[in-house]
């Protein structure tokens, strides 16, 4: 080996260690500069500094980089082993260990979006805590005295949930904690706002909110997917109701809330009863009520009848009335047998009347006949030798009568039928 | 009416502060009672114009027009409650 090592040098010039790490570093970056390089996380080690220390590698090969703390902050998701990236920096020399090192300064996650990637890690995060357990979910109180809205004062979210609660239930008064809704910050002020709805005195209180927000890009609706958003909602007092952009649209808000709703619209809906509904079941009610208090005097009067009877078995009083009113329906009962009976002798007696009418004296007189008395007794003459020749006599013809004196008698060869019977004394 | 009957449970007459969903139950109570029949006559009429008070209650907040809508101010270390004008015309 030996052989192949220069007999002579120039002059022999001798680095420290560092000399030549630096020189190798001067290289570096100076030809290379800023790149791209993509790789998987590995070995991912957080330092107490701050700073992220981790491999990049693929197949074949693996490089050391560093992500320091300030520019680690600024990244929406998280580095974690596996993890697919692409990442911008620049090549350098670790000297303490004369390791290639890569300066990382922006990570951006392979194959999807740093957002994206943020909502995903954070959703399984906070899962993972619990926080999205259906168990935690409160009911919604079913007639809210006053409702909070978090949104924009100038959002078609704002204008959605008026509509809606106006015509669904407008004696519910909505208060309104108005918050920007996107952009940097904006989570804060939807934390904010939700904090104050909640601590509201006891007289104003709400005792439910909405989080509404109209639809938008995965960055506009990046406050809704926060962690700050997703502590205040699952910190919240009251039951929160969210509706964070379309129905599309799944935010970490959404997850933590206690009732999801696809969009403010059914947010708002969702809180303020319908009150055609409820005037459906208050005249169902009334009418419930009417029919039952019916019935519970048609009951007490039939228990009431119940007992006067029970009475009138043991009260003398009650007796007696109870005799006079069975001795009216008697009597009335027998009013009616006495017309009837009345009637038919009315016309018994016509028939009868008619049948004396042609037994009647005056008729046989009419036909020729007359009665003659005594006009000294009233005796009725019936035979000649009644009478002597003197004796005054009275005729009763059929219309008038005659007064007449015997000039003698003659005894008869037969006896005169009797044609009348009357009485003697008539 | 004595003690522990069951008219006793009956609560008193409503108010116009008596929340819409308070009188609805109450109604809904009564109606029950009612129906349930065990009430004293003298009881069950006196439920019965509950009933009615609260019915009439809960059909006039049904029928309430005006909307209060209010916009939360910050207002010193605190906030107020304000009426809301309406939303603004920008988006």
Redesign the interface.
Same mark, same amino acid.
């Given at each position: 080996m030996t052989d192949f090592l220069p007999r002579t040098l120039p002059e022999r010039r001798i680095f420290t260690i560092a000399e030549l790490l630096a020189g190798v570093r001067a290289l570096l970056e100076e030809s290379m500069g800023r790149l791209w390089v993509a790789g998987e996380v590995s070995n991912l080690r957080r330092a107490s500094s701050g700073h992220l220390y981790f491999s990049l590698k693929d197949d074949t090969a693996q490089v050391r980089a560093v992500l320091f703390r300030a520019d680690a902050r600024r990244m929406p998701f998280e580095l974690e082993d596996g993890l697919e990236v692409i990442a911008l920096g620049e090549c350098s020399v670790y000297e303490a260990r004369g390791d290639l090192q890569l300066l990382v300064r922006h990570v951006e996650p392979r194959g999807r979006g740093a957002l994206q990637l943020a909502f995903e890690q954070l959703r399984a995060r906070l899962e993972r805590e619990g926080l999205f357990d259906p168990s935690r979910k409160r009911p919604l109180?079913?007639?809210p005295?006053r409702v909070g809205l978090v949104t924009s004062?100038?959002?078609?979210a704002?204008?959605d949930v008026?509509e809606v609660s106006?015509r669904r239930f407008?004696?519910t008064?909505?208060?309104?904690?108005?918050t920007r809704v996107q952009g940097d910050g904006a989570e804060h002020e939807i934390a904010a706002?939700l904090a104050?709805?909640a601590s509201?005195p006891r007289g104003?209180a709400v005792d439910v909110i909405l989080v509404v927000r109209g639809g938008g890009s995965l960055e506009d609706l990046q406050p809704f997917n926060t962690e700050v958003v997703a502590r205040a909602i699952a910190g919240c007092p009251v039951p929160v109701v969210s509706g964070v952009g379309h129905e599309t649209d799944l935010s970490i808000a959404d997850l933590v809330a206690d009732l999801r709703a696809p969009t403010p619209s059914v947010a708002a809906a969702a809180a303020f009863p319908d009150?055609a509904v409820?005037?459906d079941?208050?005249a169902r009610?009334?009418v419930?009520?009417?029919t039952?208090?019916e019935?519970?005097?048609e009951?007490?009067a039939a228990r009431l009848g119940q007992r006067s009877e029970a009475l009138a078995r043991v009260a003398p009083v009650a007796r007696v009335a109870a005799q006079r009113v069975r001795l009216e329906a008697l009597a009335r009962a027998l009013e009616r047998t006495a017309r009837r009976h009345a009637e038919r002798a009315r016309s018994q007696l016509a028939a009868v009347a008619g049948r004396l009418d042609s037994l009647s004296p005056l008729a046989v007189l009419a036909r020729g006949y007359a009665i003659v008395w005594n006009a000294n007794t009233r005796a009725i003459v019936r035979r000649a030798d009644e009478c002597a020749p003197g004796d005054r006599l009275r005729v009763r013809l059929g219309e008038g009568e005659l007064a007449a004196t015997v000039e003698n008698t003659r005894e008869p060869a037969r006896p005169w039928r009797r044609v009348l019977s009357l009485p003697e004394n008539r | 009416m004595d003690e522990g009957s069951p008219s006793a449970k009956i609560p008193p007459a409503p108010t116009d502060e008596l929340?819409?969903?308070t009188a !609805?139950t109450r109604?809904?109570g009564? $109606?029950q009672a009612?129906?349930k029949?065990d009430?004293e /006559?003298e009881a #069950? !009429?006196a439920a019965?114009e509950q009933? $009615?008070a609260l019915?009439r209650h809960?059909?006039a907040? /049904?029928e309430? #027009?005006?909307?209060?809508?209010?916009?939360?101010v910050r207002e010193g270390a605190g906030?107020v409650?304000r009426p809301?004008a309406g939303?603004?015309?920008?988006?």
């Open positions: 109180p079913a007639f005295r004062a100038s959002g078609a704002l204008r008026i106006g407008p004696a008064p909505l208060l309104l904690a108005p706002a104050a709805l509201l104003h009150r409820l005037r079941r208050c009610d009334l419930r009520l009417c039952a208090a019935r519970v005097v009951r007490a | 929340p819409f969903e !609805l109604l809904e009564i $109606v009612l129906e029949g009430l /006559l #069950a !009429l019965f009933g $009615v019915s809960c059909a907040q /049904l309430v #027009a005006e909307r209060r809508i209010e916009v939360l906030f409650a809301f939303p603004e015309d920008t988006d």
